[in-house]
């Protein structure tokens, strides 16, 4: 099991930038796939972005996010990152850092994955 904390959200205009980051400890770090999920007021939790197990591994991204929003993972400081440009009023929501073994590397359901952060608010203003 790993730990997960967010931090990094806040209030952006519609056309900024913001990094989220999630810190994991509690395990070992590099040996978990990772990735994003968001929920939306009134909305159902959703994919945003995932990254394999191994540093500089494949990323993979929402068809809503992809060449907007960029995942990476440090797994020196145990941290995965995500890079939001172009951001849209409709990218509101809490995101959330999720974590799942090497052998469920690829998923986009929030099932596969085990542990979670709280979540950190995002909001995106017009």
């Known amino acids: 099991q790993v730990h997960l904390v967010e931090s990094g959200g806040g209030l952006v205009q519609a056309g900024g930038s913001l990094r989220v980051s999630c810190l994991a400890s509690g395990g070992l770090f590099s040996s978990y796939a990772m990735a994003w999920f968001r929920q939306a007021p009134g909305k159902e939790r959703e994919f945003v972005a995932g990254?394999?197990?191994?540093?500089?591994?494949?990323?993979y991204y929402a068809d809503s996010v992809k060449g907007r929003f960029t995942i990476s993972r440090d797994n020196d400081n145990n941290t995965v990152y995500l890079q939001m440009n172009n951001l849209k009023p409709e990218d509101t929501a809490v995101y959330y850092c999720?974590?799942?073994?090497?052998?469920?590397?690829?998923?986009?359901?929030?099932?596969?994955?085990?542990?979670w952060g709280q979540g950190t608010q995002v909001t995106v203003s017009s």
């Open positions: 999720a974590a799942t073994p090497g052998y469920n590397s690829g998923s986009v359901y929030e099932y596969d994955y085990k542990d």
């Open positions: 990254i394999r197990y191994l540093e500089g591994s494949r990323q």
